[in-house]
């Protein structure tokens, strides 16, 4: 077992956040050039009621069972046509959570850099659903690997300023700019590596790939610099490349 698998054995977000068992795993596995295997996670109350405090919504037992774990696979099987983001994907993402979204066709997912290994999306459903539940589970596990990163390597300076946000239309911190350019950019990448095996597929990266473009595009990246980190920098420099 190598460290990284070491560090996160027996992982859960019932165990982090309140030292309780999961009330219910499920194991979702899918095989091809790297196997990858995720937990489903159903929280006990006490740990449940932590997180929906914050606003999180949690899809019951009966929902997880009957459309969560299928909507899971058919990601993971697109998950697996790129093994190498599977596989940094599959030692990310150790526990998922199904969450409920608040309107058909809205999709919501979370992290929390916090809890380390946990990722919490709803299953879409409708027009590109299983492309949608994919994205959302890569962007999630990206977000959570540059926290991860941040830990030993600081990107961002203390004094960090306040910048626009495309992705929220208001101006953020600087390191939460770095996390949404990062993310995109993976996303991005992915969709470009996607092999176009139907229209749907095609017409999804193409569109989606428009947007990021356009949104990566409104960002001042001049006025970044200043409060990045030497390592920042470099990082900024490499996701403009």
């Not at 909507?71 to 940094?88: F, I």
């Amino acid at each position: 077992m190598n460290e990284s698998a070491a560090q996160t054995e027996g992982y859960s977000t019932s165990q982090w956040i309140a030292s309780l068992p999961p009330s219910k795993v499920w194991r979702v596995i899918s095989e091809g050039a790297v196997g990858l295997s995720l937990s489903v996670e159903l929280l006990p109350q006490l740990a449940a009621q932590k997180l929906s405090s914050k606003g999180v919504c949690f899809a019951d037992q009966a929902t997880i069972a009957t459309g969560g774990l299928t909507g899971l696979e058919s990601a993971l099987s697109l998950l697996l046509q790129l093994p190498s983001l599977a596989a940094t994907v599959g030692a990310l993402a150790k526990s998922v959570h199904i969450l409920e979204a608040s309107e058909p066709g809205y999709d919501v997912s979370y992290s929390d850099p916090l809890i380390p290994f946990s990722v919490f999306l709803n299953i879409s459903e409708g027009r590109f659903a299983d492309l949608r539940t994919t994205e959302a589970l890569v962007h999630e596990a990206m977000h959570l690997q540059l926290s991860l990163i941040e830990q030993i390597v600081p990107i961002a300076k203390v004094d960090q300023g306040l910048h626009y946000s495309p992705w929220k239309q208001s101006k953020r911190p600087v390191s939460g700019l770095m996390h949404a350019l990062y993310v995109f950019r993976v996303i991005d990448e992915w969709l470009a590596r996607l092999p176009k095996t139907s229209q749907e597929v095609l017409d999804y990266a193409e569109k989606r790939r428009e947007e990021i473009g356009e949104e990566v595009g409104q960002l001042d990246y001049a006025s970044l610099v200043n409060h990045l980190t030497v390592e920042g920098q470099q990082l900024l420099s490499r996701l403009l490349a």
